[in-house]
């Protein structure tokens, strides 16, 4: 009888996350981790549905973290498991931490960025990453600092150290990463020696950025440097 209970009510549980996932509450949090764990077969069509669940409840979901980290690479669509962590937002970062220590996974990086700010205790191991053999990770570590900015005192100098890097798409991503902080003349300077590099939107992006720096900048000298920067680009 309880084996015939049990196989009821996960009956019952699988049909409402395939129906009405929306109404999945953080009672059921323990449920869909186990979907997302089993791996018999026939149940893989679930998974996909269970981390949108689970990113739908936000921080609710915390507990789920390892097991969607577990997935990062399991799905087609990684966006899905990126889009959960992402939606459970601070209380995700220090289980992405640990792991991106451990498994040298760019998309992890990519999560930590999308959270942003919250994520400001990454910024240590992403300044590692940047100097990984892996330009995927270099890519996505060098945005993820930008789109955290904080820091600055360890982030700038990481992305700063890619600007030269052998791969224009890190260095189109450093170039942006620095437009978030707050300007000072250690960016203008790293920015102005982008004039030579051989990548059009590379060179492009940095002009912008120091145009915007000569606009914007609360510091008059910070300000004066940016705009002479600017007029040594090509046109």
Not at 120 to 145: D, G, I, Q
């Amino acid at each position: 009888a309880i084996i015939v209970y049990r196989m009821q009510e996960h009956s019952q549980f699988m049909m409402r996350l395939e129906m009405s996932p929306a109404d999945l509450t953080r009672s059921d949090v323990p449920r869909l981790i186990r979907v997302l764990e089993d791996t018999s077969e026939g149940n893989w069509e679930m998974q996909p549905r269970a981390a949108r669940a689970l990113g739908k409840m936000g921080p609710d979901a915390a507990e789920a973290v390892p097991a969607l980290i577990g997935k990062l690479d399991y799905f087609a669509d990684s966006s899905i498991v990126r889009g959960a962590l992402a939606s459970i937002g601070a209380d995700s970062v220090p289980a992405i931490v640990q792991e991106l220590r451990l498994e040298p996974n760019f998309r992890l990086a990519r999560v930590l960025g999308t959270i942003g700010p919250a994520a400001a205790e990454a910024v240590p191991v992403l300044c590692e990453k940047v100097k990984s053999t892996n330009y995927s990770m270099r890519r996505e570590a060098s945005w993820a600092l930008g789109q955290i900015h904080a820091n600055p005192t360890l982030a700038v100098p990481a992305i700063i150290s890619v600007l030269n890097d052998p791969e224009k798409s890190v260095r189109q991503r450093a170039v942006l990463a620095l437009s978030h902080f707050e300007a000072s003349e250690q960016i203008v300077a790293a920015l102005a020696k982008v004039k030579v590099d051989e990548t059009e939107s590379v060179r492009t992006n940095a002009k912008a950025t120091l145009f915007l720096i000569s606009d914007e900048a609360a510091d008059e000298n910070v300000r004066r440097a940016a705009m002479e920067a600017v007029a040594e680009f090509p046109e």
